[in-house]
């Protein structure tokens, strides 16, 4: 599917056929039944080989969640909405052979705090920021997915040294292309990002959403993997719990709300020094690969031929394999 790079941007979903992604299965934790019983967070870590445990600290003011198991450099993981750190369950297990791997909740999500404000992307990072450094790592290498993306980025924006290596996959920072999408695109010239839209609106998705967050996930996922069979009942369960809370909607919203404070935070950052790994999907590919050299001076680009944006969950042996090759 053909894309500009204004509609490109961003949580891209298409709705193109393509052939099967390669995925690892993950156990369900005993006992687990699928649309009725959804395992804690403690149950979901346990559940992952490589000695996972979920983790709570406390850092820049506010009480974060965390996965963390395995040995070695550290790699933080950070997912997007309307996921949690679960969306790494198939590339954290191999990870964690060589690496320390640290799978957050960042601000907002998940058994994270929703507090009422700091969903800019720099807050969030400084949240991260002052988790690994409570944890004992002063320099992490961070990959981050969709609004994880952006979020990662801004870490390695603003902490230079704290940062070994930065990969985002499938959704660059937020700029002002943002405001040029249009609400209503032309037949045969993209399609609505109406979340954008709706997750700007004031109070109206708490009341709509909540109780309600399986119906938008099973319509994200119906336009945005190539087998519906990549992410099956039990995860967009665990995600719907997630998510289903006003406040767990309200604190989504607000990550989308902080766009345009986002936009003038990235007019102040200069050219990230780390190497720059970009896994790009097949709606995301030729803006990585025009837009990432602009923003640091050592990158590399990876198609995920097979993922529409999902790639976690739609390639994650290519993504994996990528991580393990880069980050070593």
Do not use: C
Request: hydrophobic content about 40%; glycine content about 8%; overall charge neutral.
């Amino acid at each position: 599917m053909s894309l500009d790079r204004r509609t490109m941007i961003s949580l891209g979903a298409g709705s193109a056929a393509l052939a099967m992604a390669g995925g690892v299965a993950v156990a369900e934790p005993a006992g687990a039944t699928p649309g009725h019983h959804v395992p804690t967070d403690a149950a979901l870590a346990r559940s992952l080989p490589g000695g996972f445990r979920s983790r709570h600290a406390h850092a820049n003011g506010v009480r974060l969640h965390y996965v963390t198991g395995g040995s070695g450099d550290p790699v933080v993981l950070l997912a997007g909405w309307p996921q949690t750190w679960w969306a790494w369950r198939h590339i954290m297990p191999e990870l964690a052979r060589s690496h320390r791997v640290i799978a957050v909740d960042v601000r907002g999500m998940g058994g994270s705090d929703k507090p009422q404000g700091g969903y800019d992307k720099k807050t969030m990072a400084r949240d991260v920021y002052e988790l690994v450094r409570s944890l004992g790592h002063s320099r992490v290498n961070i990959v981050g997915h969709d609004m994880g993306a952006m979020v990662a980025y801004s870490f390695a924006a603003n902490h230079p040294a704290a940062t070994r290596r930065l990969s985002v996959v499938d959704t660059l920072h937020v700029d002002e292309t943002q405001y040029d999408i249009p609400l209503l695109p032309r037949p045969g010239h993209g399609f609505n990002l109406w979340w954008w839209a709706f997750n700007q609106v004031q109070g109206l998705p708490e009341q709509l959403a909540a109780g309600r967050m399986r119906h938008i996930i099973d319509w994200l996922f119906a336009h945005s993997l190539p087998d519906q069979s990549l992410v099956p009942d039990f995860d967009r369960a665990v995600y719907a719990q997630r998510y289903d809370s006003p406040d767990a909607v309200r604190a989504g919203t607000a990550w989308y709300k902080a766009a345009h404070q986002d936009i003038a935070d990235l007019k102040t950052y200069g050219r990230v020094t780390a190497p720059v790994l970009g896994v790009a999907s097949q709606l995301t590919y030729d803006q990585f690969r025009q837009v990432l050299p602009t923003l640091a001076p050592d990158v590399r680009v990876v198609y995920a031929d097979r993922s529409i944006h999902y790639i976690p969950e739609e390639q994650p042996e290519l993504l994996t394999r990528e991580l393990l090759k880069f980050l070593a």
